[in-house]
């Protein structure tokens, strides 16, 4: 279950990130770990909205669930894209196992994936999908916002400091 967001057209906003300081630029991820962060925690907060009304039972109410599921639609750093320096964040489902469960175990990716895509007993019912869609472009202007601001942030001590 993968969805990549790929944006194009900031090739001047690349180069002028490779000519920043140390202070911006750094293996910790600097600025833009923070702000790629937080666009994924846009898209993480529709994606659990979405999951909440897929699996609660509207017809009798009960949305007593384990909720092991949504607990576990988490955000977290990926590996850097193959054959490239750069930052990655993920909205993902962490692996747990369903508790009290007879026979083979069911686990949280494996329901998340049943729920998205559906199988030849169950209708797919996508919220990962329509998160994605519906704040893709809020998560992106929060990206470009927050890196701006701690770019602005970081060129202001820069000239207290004289550098």
Same mark, same amino acid.
């Given at each position: 279950?993968? /969805?990549? %967001?790929?944006?194009?057209?900031v090739d001047n906003v690349l180069n002028m990130l490779r000519s920043l300081p140390p202070e911006v630029v750094s293996k910790r991820g600097g600025p833009?770990?923070?702000?790629?962060?937080?666009?994924a925690v846009v898209i993480l907060k529709q994606a659990q909205m979405n999951l909440y009304q897929?699996?609660?039972?509207?017809?009798?109410g009960d949305d007593r669930g384990t909720g092991l599921l949504l607990?576990? /639609?988490? %955000?977290?750093?990926g590996k850097e894209p193959i054959g490239t320096k750069g930052e990655r964040y993920l909205v993902r489902v962490r692996r747990k196992t369903y508790p009290d469960r007879q026979g083979k175990p069911v686990t949280t990716l494996k329901t998340a994936h049943l729920l998205e895509y559906g199988s030849s007993q169950q209708k797919p019912t996508p919220w990962i999908r329509p998160a994605v869609q519906m704040k893709g472009q809020q998560a992106?202007?929060? /990206?470009?916002?927050?890196?701006?601001?701690?770019?602005?942030?970081?060129?202001?001590?820069?000239?207290?400091?004289?550098?």
């Open positions: 279950m993968k /969805v990549d %967001v790929k944006i194009t057209g833009v770990k923070a702000a790629l962060r937080k666009g897929v699996t609660a039972d509207v017809s009798t607990k576990n /639609v988490i %955000v977290s750093r992106i202007n929060t /990206v470009v916002s927050e890196l701006n601001a701690s770019i602005s942030r970081i060129i202001k001590k820069l000239e207290r400091k004289g550098r």
